[in-house]
T-cell receptor
Framework: GAGVSQTPSNKVTEKGKYVELRCDPISGHTALYWYRQSLGQGPEFLIYFQGTGAADDSGLPNDRFFAVRPEGSVSTLKIQRTERGDSAVYLC?????????????FGPGTRLTVL | AQTVTQSQPEMSVQEAETVTLSCTYD???????LFWYKQPPSRQMILVIR??????QNATENRFSVNFQKAAKSFSLKISDSQLGDTAMYFC????????????FGKGTRLHILP
């Protein structure tokens, strides 16, 4: 595709439920990032993939959050036992590995609302 | 720890005027990139301008220019001849050079261009 796509655009769920958020990066981009943007804040890093492996997951807030990228392309962010504090926009970005200062291209995000 | 600070939560300016958004940052890295991102209501994060820390010359992109003061760790964005389409959240951001790593964002400045 032409850009990073994310589905769904909006997700409303109830406290305690499980959700999956999908990111489809730009074709050929080996690096993939997840960020979380709370209301009125800048995006905060969650996890970074290089290929299929998580190179840095230091931003995941707790063990309810997990992300995979099994084939090195599409990634899924999984949140178990959702809490109201998980409500935010979840942004995905991808970049081309090996280019110094490679630009990260962002998707439009998924707005998650936990009731 | 690396931090990015934007001291202006919100600004308004008349169309066609010039506006400057402030940003300061803190890092022990010697080589890095600085960015200004624009986020309109569509949530799409768009790269406006990028500055390499080793370059003394300030970056420019059409109506957008920066004032980069490395010693002061200051990186302001100037928008000339502002247009209604410039209305958005603007985020200052930082990333170390030669690393595929997380972007550190500021909290943002909400800019309103008034007709």
């Amino acid at each position: 595709g032409a850009g990073v796509s994310q589905t769904p655009s909006n997700k409303v769920t109830e406290k305690g439920k499980y959700v999956e958020l999908r990111c489809d990066p730009i074709s050929g981009h080996t690096a993939l990032y997840w960020y979380r943007q709370s209301l009125g804040q800048g995006p905060e890093f969650l996890i970074y993939f290089q290929g299929t492996g998580a190179a840095d997951d230091s931003g995941l807030p707790n063990d309810r959050f997990f992300a995979v990228r099994p084939e090195g392309s599409v990634s899924t962010l999984k949140i178990q036992r959702t809490e109201r504090g998980d409500s935010a926009v979840y942004l995905c970005a991808s970049s081309k590995r090996g280019t110094s200062g490679a630009e990260q291209f962002f998707g439009p995000g998924t707005r998650l609302t936990v009731l | 720890a690396q931090t990015v600070t934007q001291s202006q939560p919100e600004m308004s300016v008349q169309e066609a005027e010039t506006v400057t958004l402030s940003c300061t940052y803190d890092t022990s890295e010697s080589n890095y990139y600085l960015f200004w991102y624009k986020q309109p209501p569509s949530r799409q994060m768009i790269l406006v301008i990028r500055q390499e820390a080793y370059k003394q010359q300030n970056a420019t992109e059409n109506r957008f220019s920066v004032n980069f003061q490395k010693a002061a760790k200051s990186f302001s964005l100037k928008i000339s001849d502002s247009q209604l389409g410039d209305t958005a959240m603007y985020f200052c951001a930082f990333i170390p050079m030669n690393r595929d790593d997380k972007i550190i964002f500021g909290k943002g400045t909400r800019l309103h261009i008034l007709p």
